[in-house]
């Protein structure tokens, strides 16, 4: 359950919802993403009242969505898994799978093989790559990060911070990670029980007791 | 009994088995549903095969148009009640269990307790001393046609991928664009025309009659059962195992300890194997990628 939650993206920002383990932000994400009903409230994208369009609809609308624990078809080869985000934006044609490679070249090595195989770090770059291929107005992550090395998570950030910049792309990430919350966003609103506690504006998101005091328990 | 007979009587243990459990298989596989209305669909098919049939138009031909018309009827069902049902796999037991019964029963309510079927095509090829039949013969061909076709459909057509895709995780796949509603609709048709098509083959070899069904009814079951949720591996691996089994079982003893014989292995794979040799299979080749 989640309210009071009231926040705004602009076009080509990168954004990240912080708080701790519990406090509801992938209730958030995946009422965002159209998964978990809205009881009240509304959701606006691209000057469009989505509020009760289905999941698939609001994909195909543009939004790409990167779920906790990089929700890859595990079944599924590398090539297949990447296809499968083809159907997201509709407005716009889907990148090709050789620009997606460029930014994460381990997937092109390991494209026939099956994403259950991968390893944490694969995955995730694997879960990016899927939804960026449809060429997202926004995309979606919910804990990019989990699970994964640390030098891995600093190449994973950097690789979403030059897809911003090369198309264009707006992004929400949910995250409880210190460093890479510095690192990527400009900005950052601060949920606790279920609901908007602060926001980070842009200059503050350097200082770390600011932050702080949102994440530590 | 010669090696002949033993192989001829295995060709007919196995497409039987591959041919009623693939529309079940698909539509467990793929939707976790239960579908114990599976073999009035098979009815369904053959009773409009042999309608068709007796109205002038060629087997072949009412064949196909029997499998298309079951799909329909599938997706109708679908929408009208399974589409209520999606990854309840109990209730779906109960449900399609009560469509079973209208079926039988509406079916013996207008065309009464047996039709009159039509005659096995091609006649019989007779090889020192025994004689086969070639449509059975060409049954075997078909259920051979029937997997590379099912093979061709997940593997190499969008649709495929969709519904693999949705078979493993439904919201994911939802969340990059699948309408996953439409996605097993589809499914669900595309079984029940399977089932359809298998009615509409057997029509020509058995008597029709409400309960036609039946009879594809336990050996469909036991094989989904040994060959697991993978419609395509489990059925074409758990086929022939079965009817290695049933036929030599059939040739020493008759059919009812083949049958016997199928429940048993059943019984045997489920302790050993709970996911069946897909499951298996699929354990083997995860651990070999790997490495």
């Known amino acids: 359950m989640v309210r009071d939650m009231s926040i705004t993206i602009e076009k080509g920002e990168i954004v990240s919802i912080i708080g701790r383990n519990g406090v509801g932000k992938s209730t958030f994400v995946k009422t965002l993403m159209g998964l978990l009903k809205t009881s009240k409230g509304k959701i606006t994208f691209n000057q469009q009242d989505i509020t009760r369009t289905k999941a698939d609809e609001r994909a195909k609308l543009g939004i790409g969505y990167v779920p906790q624990g990089h929700g890859v078809f595990p079944a599924l080869t590398v090539e297949e898994n990447l296809h499968m985000g083809k159907l997201i934006n509709k407005q716009k044609p889907s990148l090709n799978p050789e620009q997606v490679y460029d930014y994460f070249p381990k997937l092109k090595e390991r494209r026939k093989q099956k994403a259950g195989t991968l390893s944490g770090g694969e995955q995730a770059a694997l879960s990016i790559s899927r939804a960026i291929i449809g060429n997202p107005d926004l995309l979606v992550l919910d804990e990019p990060t989990e699970g994964i090395q640390p030098n891995i998570v600093y190449h994973i950030s950097d690789m979403i911070k030059q897809i911003n910049k090369d198309i264009g792309l707006t992004v929400l990430f949910v995250e409880q990670h210190m460093g890479l919350i510095q690192q990527m966003s400009e900005r950052c609103y601060a949920m606790d029980k279920g609901s908007i506690v602060g926001e980070v504006k842009h200059q503050d998101v350097a200082n770390y007791e600011i932050l702080k005091r949102y994440l530590t328990v | ?85 999606y990854g309840r796999t109990l209730d779906s037991v109960v449900v399609t269990w009560g469509i079973s019964m209208v079926l039988q029963q509406g079916m ?184």
């Open chain 2, 1 to 85: 009994m010669s090696i002949l007979d033993l192989f001829y009587q295995f060709m007919n243990d196995f497409s039987f088995l591959i041919l009623s459990a693939i529309g079940l298989a698909i539509i467990f596989g793929m939707m976790k549903i239960i579908n114990l209305s599976h073999g009035e669909f098979i009815m369904l098919g053959a009773y409009m095969t042999t309608l068709f049939t007796k109205a002038g138009m060629p087997l072949i031909l009412s064949i196909f148009i029997s499998a298309i018309g079951v799909g329909v009827f599938g997706f109708i069902i679908d929408r009208l009640v399974i589409s209520h049902l």
């Open chain 2, 108 to 291: 013996l309510i207008i065309f009464g307790p047996s039709l009159q079927g039509v005659s096995t095509p091609l006649g019989s090829l007779s090889i020192g001393g025994s004689a086969y039949s070639i449509y059975r013969l060409l049954l075997f061909v078909i259920s051979f046609v029937v997997l590379v076709l099912l093979y061709v459909i997940f593997m190499n057509t969008k649709f495929g991928l969709y519904s693999r895709a949705t078979m493993q995780n439904q919201e994911i796949a939802q969340s990059m664009g699948v309408n996953t509603n439409r996605v097993y609709s589809l499914t669900f048709s595309l079984g029940a025309a399977f089932a359809g098509l298998t009615g509409g083959l057997y029509a020509p070899t058995m008597t029709i009659s409400p309960s036609f069904g039946t009879s594809f009814l336990m050996p469909s079951f036991v094989t989904v059962i040994v060959g697991g949720a993978n419609p395509l591996i489990g059925t074409s691996l758990s086929g022939g195992v079965l009817g290695i089994v049933s036929s030599i079982l059939d040739a020493l003893w008759g059919t009812f300890y083949g049958r016997l014989g199928l429940l048993i292995v059943a019984i045997i794979v489920i302790r050993i194997l709970p996911l069946g040799i897909s499951g298996l299979v699929e354990k083997v080749l995860v651990r070999k990628n790997r490495v």
